[in-house]
């Protein structure tokens, strides 16, 4: 069983930056993908971003393109999301996802629920 831990939320004004980390322990196999998700008050969770443990291929949901980016550090065994250009918008529970058995492509459209491991999630507030 992996467990992932999130850290790096917080309240930021819009136009500014954070960076999110989730580190992996437990039994992290070297395959699979790895992404975040994120939930805005009274809506469903949705996929921001995914990266394969192997080769690195990433893929984000169109509204995060261009200004969120998506990194990992296989030796620390942590995952990153750099937000750069933050809305309003993005405010929700950011969580990190980890599933041995799915591709960072196939993450974009598998439903939330089928996904291996979550973290408890860390909240993300763009606010002026």
């Known amino acids: 069983q992996v467990q992932l831990v999130e850290s790096g939320g917080g309240l930021v004004q819009p136009g500014g930056s954070l960076r999110l980390s989730c580190a992996a322990s437990g039994s992290i196999f070297s395959r699979g993908s790895m992404g975040w998700f994120r939930q805005a008050p009274g809506k469903e969770r949705e996929f921001v971003a995914a990266?394969?443990?192997?080769?690195?291929?990433?893929y984000y949901t169109d509204s995060v393109k261009g200004r969120f980016t998506i990194s990992r550090d296989n030796a620390k065994n942590t995952m990153y999301l750099q937000m750069d250009s933050l809305k309003p918008e993005d405010t929700a529970v950011y969580y990190c996802?980890?599933?041995?058995?799915?591709?960072?492509?196939?993450?974009?459209?598998?439903?939330?629920?089928?996904?291996?491991?979550w973290g408890q999630g860390t909240l993300v507030t763009v606010s002026s």
């Open positions: 990266i394969n443990w192997s080769a690195g291929s990433t």
């Open positions: 996802v980890s599933d041995q058995h799915t591709t960072a492509r196939a993450m974009v459209f598998m439903p939330p629920n089928t996904l291996d491991a």
